[in-house]
């Protein structure tokens, strides 16, 4: 007969700790933080009135615009400055007068929810027009889209609704234009 075989030592062995699972990581969202620079192209409806005349007029418009977001999380907040060229020519209940809009530029303060490569965002700002027949300031506000087709490079889609006093020099004489854009962005 033969003794009976032992393995290793009469000891018993340290437990083994189990390997911690890393925490798992929650998306805070998308980072739109830095400066961004574009282009966009859109159309721009113009009209007002007094009590003697009506005018209007819409046209394509395109520009270029700048600023920067600064992102919170969930909330991102941002400046940017843009500038439109157009030709709108302005009527008067249908009768061309031969005066236009030539170009507005913009400076918007921005606000939005950040969805991950979707921003949702309300802006408002001062606009300033310029006519053949001078220009003139006033406000605006709006609505608008982004998404993120890469980290860089930014599709929007927005909406503005601008109102301008005494638009043609004209005390009383009131004008609201109507703005809608595609623009292209790319951030640094």
Request: net charge negative; aromatic share 14%; proline share 4%.
């Amino acid at each position: 007969m033969a003794p009976p075989a032992f393995a290793g030592s009469l000891t018993e062995p340290a437990p083994v700790a189990a390997p911690i699972a890393p925490a798992p990581v929650i998306s805070t969202g998308g980072d739109w933080t830095g400066f961004y620079a574009g282009v966009q192209v859109g159309n721009l409806d113009i009209g007002g009135s007094n009590l003697a005349n009506e005018l209007g007029g819409d046209d394509t418009a395109y520009g270029l615009h700048a600023g920067y977001n600064y992102d919170f999380g969930r909330w991102v907040l941002g400046g940017e400055l843009d500038y439109d060229w157009t030709d709108v020519d302005l009527d008067d209940a249908g009768v061309a007068l031969g005066e236009t809009v030539d170009s507005v530029w913009r400076a918007k303060l921005r606000g939005g929810y950040d969805f991950g490569s979707v921003l949702l965002f309300g802006t408002l700002g001062y606009a300033d027009v310029d006519t053949s027949f001078g220009s003139e300031g006033g406000d605006f506000y709006g609505v608008g889209l982004s998404y993120k087709l890469t980290p860089q490079f930014i599709l929007t889609g927005e909406y503005l609704k601008h109102n301008f006093d005494d638009l043609t020099g004209v005390t009383g004489f009131d004008a609201e234009a109507d703005s809608i854009s595609l623009r292209a962005s790319w951030q640094f």
